[in-house]
Nanobody
Framework: QVQLVESGGGLVQPGGSLRLSCAAS????????MGWFRQAPGKEREFVAA????????FYEDSVKGRFTISRDNAKNTIYLQMNSLKPEDTAVYYC????????????????????WGQGTQVTVSS
């Protein structure tokens, strides 16, 4: 089992920044990839970014490229999502996820490949 705890959400004005954190505990040695997904009201959960846990290769959804940065700290079993130039359309509940499946490295945007999910943290971008 892997437990994930997110933090760092909040209210920010358009153009502002936030940094989300996701701390993993439990059987983290079996993790191939970790990622961030988000879900806005009335919409399906969508991929935001992911990172290969062993080598650190990042992957991004097109709409966040150049604005968001995913990173990891293996010693702390924590991943981060630095979000800059935030837009109102970034408003959503952001979920951290971890995968013990090697295919998640190949197709990191597929929610079904992730075994564990955090409780979510709200990000609201509004003036």
């Amino acid at each position: 089992q892997v437990q994930l705890v997110e933090s760092g959400g909040g209210l920010v004005q358009p153009g502002g920044s936030l940094r989300l954190s996701c701390a993993a505990s439990g059987r983290t040695l079996s993790t191939y990839a970790m990622g961030w997904f988000r879900q806005a009201p009335g919409k399906e959960r969508e991929f935001v970014a992911a990172i290969n846990w062993s080598v650190g290769t990042p992957f991004y959804e097109d709409s966040v490229k150049g604005r968001f940065t995913i990173s990891r700290d293996n010693a702390k079993n924590t991943i981060y999502l630095q979000m800059n130039s935030l837009k109102p359309e970034d408003t959503a509940v952001y979920y951290c996820a971890a995968s013990t499946k090697w295919r998640a490295v190949l197709v990191p945007s597929t929610p079904g490949l992730y075994d564990y999910w955090g409780q979510g943290t709200q990000v609201t971008v509004s003036s």
